[in-house]
C-alpha cells in the first residue's frame, strides 16, 4: 500500500487521501504572490515539527534571513530547526554556470546529511534564468527525480513562476508525479480572492480539482462545505452589545463588521445562487438566539423556503425552550396556510399592505412593552413581493427602516435570487449590506457596507450549537 506524506496544510490533505505520495515530485506553480513559499514552508516545518522528518530549502530565488524573518511571522522557526540538526537552507543564489551534477550532489548530500524525507527547490524559473541551456534545466529535473525522488524517497516540492496551467504540457509538468497551480484574482470591488487548482496527482482521484484557500496564519484550504454534527447540544452563549452595537451573536462577525450590527439599523442580506438555507442560517441564526436568550422579542416574516416550523426548530437549536419561544418569538404567517394554532404564531391576511402592517405595529408594541426592550425583525423580502407586490413593499420597507431607527432596534432583510433589481434600491434603505455566495463549493460572505474582505464559512459545532466560522482570504 502506497504511503502518504501529510502536506500540514489544512483541508488539503482529506482531499488527497492523506497527503502526497512518498518520494514524489510535486510541481507548485503561481505568479508571484500567490502563496508559493508559504505552501512549501508549510510543508517543511509540519514535517520536521509534528512527524519528525527532516527537511531542505534550496533556493535559487530567495537568501537565507529573508526566509527566517518572513517564516518567522507565520510562526515557523527554521532558524531554531537548523540548529537542531532537523532543517538545512542551501542558499543558491549566487548560482550562475555551476554544472548540473554540483548542484545535485549538493542537494543530495544535504539530503543524505540529515537524512531528509523532505525537500522544496525554489523555483524552477530562477534555475531557468541561470542556465543557458534548457537542456541544463531537464538535466537537472531527472537527476532530481531519479536521485533525491527516487532513491532517498525525499518528497519533493518543485516551484516555478507560472500564471496559468501551462506547466500541465512542460518539461516540468511531464515528469512530476503532481501538479499544482495556486492562482490570485481581482473580484467584485477590488477584492481578491485566493484558489489552488489540483492539475494532476499521481493515485489520488478527486471528484472536485478547484479550492479557494487564505494565507491568513498560514495556508489554508476551504473544501466543499460539510454540516457537522452537533453531538451534545447545548444552550447558546449571548453575546455581549456594546453601546453603539447589537452583537451579531457570533465573535468572528462581530469582528468582521468592526464591533456588530449598529443600533437601529436596517441590514440587507443578499443571498446568491447556490446558497443553501442552512449556510445563510448559520450566519444568521446567532444573531436571533443572541436576542432571545437576552430577554427581547424577535419577528420573523419566513422568506420562501422557509416555514413557521423550521424558524421554530432554528431557534430550538439554539437552546431556547417552548416557554421561551412562545414568550419571545413571532412568526408571520398568512391565514390561508393551514396552521395549527401556537402561541408564536402571528395570522396576517395578506392582502392589504398597510392594515398588515399595523397589525405587525401592534405585535411589535406588545413585545417591546413586555420586555422593555429593543426587537430584531427578520424579513424574507420575497414574500412581501409575493403577497403585496413590488411598490407596496418596497414602500413598506423604506418606512419601516425609519421606524427601526427611532425605536433603536434591528431589522434584517433577507433578498434571495431572482430580486437583482432590488439590490440597490435595498441597499440604499440598508445601513448595512452583507452578501453570502459560493465559490468552489465554499459559501462566502463579505461586506460591501461596510466593506470587508471575503471571509470563508465554515461550520463549527463544537460549543454545542452551529456557529459560523468566518475565516478572512488574504
Request: aromatic letters at 10%; glycine letters at 6%; charged letters at 30%.
Given at each position: 500500500m502506497e504511503r502518504f506524506v501529510p502536506t500540514g496544510v489544512e483541508g488539503l490533505d482529506n482531499i488527497l487521501g492523506g497527503g502526497f505520495p512518498s518520494g514524489s515530485l510535486i510541481v507548485l506553480a503561481g505568479c508571484p504572490g500567490t502563496g508559493k513559499t508559504i505552501f512549501s514552508a508549510?510543508?517543511?516545518?509540519?514535517?520536521?515539527?509534528?512527524?519528525?522528518?527532516?527537511?531542505?530549502?534550496?533556493?535559487?530565488?530567495?537568501?537565507?534571513?529573508?526566509?527566517?524573518?518572513?517564516?518567522?511571522?507565520?510562526?515557523?522557526?527554521?532558524?531554531?530547526?537548523?540548529?537542531?540538526?532537523?532543517?538545512?537552507?542551501?542558499?543558491?543564489?549566487?548560482?550562475?554556470?555551476?554544472?548540473?551534477?554540483?548542484?545535485?550532489?549538493?542537494?543530495?548530500?544535504?539530503?543524505?546529511?540529515?537524512?531528509?524525507?523532505?525537500?522544496?527547490?525554489?523555483?524552477?524559473?530562477?534555475?531557468?534564468?541561470?542556465?543557458?541551456?534548457?537542456?541544463?534545466?531537464?538535466?537537472?529535473?531527472?537527476?532530481?527525480?531519479?536521485?533525491?525522488?527516487?532513491?532517498?524517497?525525499?518528497?519533493?516540492?518543485?516551484?516555478?513562476?507560472?500564471?496559468?496551467?501551462?506547466?500541465?504540457?512542460?518539461?516540468?509538468?511531464?515528469?512530476?508525479?503532481?501538479?499544482?497551480?495556486?492562482?490570485?484574482?481581482?473580484?467584485?470591488?477590488?477584492?481578491?480572492?485566493?484558489?489552488?487548482?489540483?492539475?494532476?496527482?499521481?493515485?489520488?482521484?478527486?471528484?472536485?480539482?478547484?479550492?479557494?484557500?487564505?494565507?491568513?496564519?498560514?495556508?489554508?484550504?476551504?473544501?466543499?462545505?460539510?454540516?457537522?454534527?452537533?453531538?451534545?447540544?447545548?444552550?447558546?452563549?449571548?453575546?455581549?452589545?456594546?453601546?453603539?452595537?447589537?452583537?451579531?451573536?457570533?465573535?468572528?462577525?462581530?469582528?468582521m463588521l468592526g464591533g456588530g450590527y449598529p443600533k437601529g439599523s436596517t441590514v440587507l442580506m443578499e443571498i446568491e445562487e447556490h446558497i443553501s438555507t442552512l449556510q445563510y442560517h448559520l450566519v444568521l441564526s446567532p444573531t436571533c438566539w443572541n436576542f432571545l436568550t437576552l430577554g427581547r422579542g424577535v419577528i420573523v416574516i419566513p422568506s420562501a423556503g422557509v416555514d413557521h416550523n423550521l424558524v421554530r426548530m432554528r431557534a430550538e437549536e439554539g437552546g431556547l425552550t417552548r416557554d421561551e419561544i412562545n414568550r419571545l418569538l413571532r412568526v408571520c404567517v398568512r391565514e390561508d396556510y393551514e396552521t395549527k394554532l401556537e402561541p408564536y404564531i402571528v395570522h396576517f391576511k395578506g392582502e392589504d399592505i398597510s392594515e398588515d402592517y399595523k397589525r405587525y405595529l401592534e405585535v411589535e408594541e406588545e413585545l417591546m412593552g413586555r420586555t422593555g426592550q429593543p426587537i430584531l425583525r427578520v424579513t424574507g423580502a420575497d414574500m412581501l413581493i409575493s403577497a403585496y407586490g413590488l411598490k407596496d413593499t418596497l414602500s413598506i420597507l423604506s418606512f419601516d427602516a425609519s421606524r427601526i431607527k427611532e425605536i433603536g432596534g434591528l431589522g434584517i432583510l433577507i433578498l434571495?435570487?431572482?430580486?437583482?433589481?432590488?439590490?440597490?434600491?435595498?441597499?440604499?434603505?440598508?445601513?448595512?449590506?452583507?452578501?453570502?455566495?459560493?465559490?468552489?463549493?465554499?459559501?462566502?460572505?463579505?461586506?460591501?457596507?461596510?466593506r470587508t474582505c471575503f471571509y470563508a464559512i465554515e461550520m463549527d459545532a463544537s460549543k454545542g450549537y452551529a456557529m459560523p466560522k468566518l475565516t478572512p482570504i488574504m
Open positions: 508549510q510543508f517543511l516545518h509540519h514535517g520536521c515539527v509534528n512527524y519528525g522528518e527532516s527537511g531542505v530549502y534550496a533556493s535559487f530565488a530567495e537568501s537565507r534571513e529573508v526566509f527566517y524573518e518572513n517564516m518567522e511571522s507565520l510562526g515557523f522557526y527554521f532558524r531554531k530547526l537548523e540548529e537542531e540538526g532537523k532543517f538545512r537552507f542551501l542558499d543558491l543564489l549566487t548560482v550562475k554556470e555551476e554544472d548540473i551534477p554540483h548542484i545535485v550532489n549538493m542537494i543530495l548530500e544535504e539530503a543524505m546529511r540529515i537524512r531528509a524525507k523532505r525537500l522544496v527547490i525554489d523555483s524552477l524559473s530562477a534555475i531557468a534564468q541561470a542556465f543557458k541551456n534548457p537542456h541544463e534545466v531537464r538535466m537537472l529535473l531527472h537527476s532530481v527525480l531519479s536521485k533525491i525522488c527516487r532513491a532517498l524517497k525525499c518528497t519533493t516540492i518543485l516551484i516555478t513562476e507560472l500564471c496559468e496551467d501551462k506547466a500541465a504540457y512542460g518539461v516540468e509538468g511531464f515528469v512530476a508525479d503532481g501538479l499544482i497551480l495556486l492562482k490570485k484574482s481581482r473580484r467584485e470591488g477590488g477584492r481578491y480572492l485566493r484558489k489552488l487548482r489540483l492539475v494532476k496527482m499521481r493515485g489520488t482521484p478527486t471528484p472536485e480539482t478547484e479550492f479557494i484557500f487564505t494565507l491568513k496564519d498560514g495556508f489554508k484550504l476551504f473544501p466543499s462545505f460539510k454540516e457537522k454534527h452537533v453531538e451534545k447540544p447545548q444552550r447558546f452563549k449571548p453575546q455581549p452589545d456594546t453601546t453603539q452595537f447589537f452583537s451579531s451573536g457570533s465573535s468572528d462577525l462581530d469582528v434571495k435570487p431572482g430580486y437583482r433589481k432590488l439590490v440597490k434600491i435595498l441597499a440604499s434603505i440598508a445601513d448595512v449590506h452583507l452578501k453570502v455566495m459560493r465559490e468552489s463549493g465554499a459559501p462566502i460572505i463579505y461586506g460591501i457596507k461596510p
